[in-house]
T-cell receptor, first 115, second 114 residues
Framework: QQQVKQSPQSLIVQKGGISIINCAYENTAFDYFPWYQQFPGKGPALLIAIRPDVSEKKEGRFTISFNKSAKQFSLHIMDSQPGDSATYFCAASKRNNNAGNMLTFGGGTRLMVKP | DSGVTQTPKHLITATGQRVTLRCSPRSGDLSVYWYQQSLDQGLQFLIQYYNGEERAKGNILERFSAQQFPDLHSELNLSSLELGDSALYFC?????????????FGPGTRLTVT
């Protein structure tokens, strides 16, 4: 059962354009939603994260939009640059009785920004 | 560089064998996580330790086990290896446990089972 669905699988954007990646989740117990960026040969790195008590969070060119009722959240990359070309993963986690922090990842989106 | 180190970088072994992957967390981090990344399953959480104790368990096979030592480094043991175990194995660490603490990922160990 895929608890976090991510789309599209791949995305090509022109330099300066807006990249939009969408995720949907099923488990209403999820209450922390981070986005990770992964370059080839590297481990994922945290980009930005949001909790469901806010509908939007912005950090530089990266914005998360969150729709709690629709159980959807998305990543917007403004003024996309060739250096943004990477694989992006959305993730979700929920309160754990043992205070653990298990991240459930989406399938990933391979972004290519053309110069 | 996240500050998380993993060894070895690459590992090639045969089916039925046993291997140990090692992870050193960032200085000061108490929690260690293991993830498996494969083409068909994506990034999957395996197990989390916090200050030596297991805190969360994901879809980790019974053939796999892990532990966190007093110096906070962690090892993931994979036994009776199958072709399907070929994947990238990532270790991550965070300061404490619980949601909201950023997980810093290491560079990964690429395991190839032949």
């Amino acid at each position: 059962q895929q608890q976090v669905k991510q789309s599209p699988q791949s995305l090509i954007v022109q330099k300066g354009g807006i990249s939009i990646i969408n995720c949907a989740y099923e488990n209403t117990a999820f209450d922390y939603f981070p986005w990770y960026q992964q370059f080839p040969g590297k481990g994922p790195a945290l980009l930005i994260a949001i909790r469901p008590d806010v509908s939007e969070k912005k950090e530089g060119r990266f914005t998360i939009s969150f729709n709690k009722s629709a159980k959807q959240f998305s990543l917007h990359i403004m003024d996309s640059q060739p250096g943004d070309s990477a694989t992006y993963f959305c993730a979700a986690s929920k309160r754990n009785n043992n205070a653990g922090n298990m991240l459930t990842f989406g399938g990933g989106t391979r972004l290519m920004v053309k110069p | 560089d996240s500050g998380v180190t993993q060894t070895p970088k690459h590992l090639i072994t045969a089916t039925g064998q046993r291997v140990t992957l090692r992870c050193s967390p960032r200085s000061g981090d108490l929690s260690v996580y293991w993830y498996q990344q494969s083409l068909d399953q994506g990034l999957q959480f395996l197990i989390q330790y916090y200050n030596g104790e297991e805190r969360a368990k994901g879809n980790i096979l019974e053939r796999f086990s892990a532990q966190q030592f007093p110096d906070l480094h962690s090892e993931l043991n994979l036994s009776s290896l199958e072709l399907g175990d070929s994947a990238l194995y990532f270790c991550a660490s965070s300061l404490y446990s619980g949601r909201g603490y950023e997980q810093y990922f290491g560079p990964g160990t690429r395991l190839t089972v032949t």
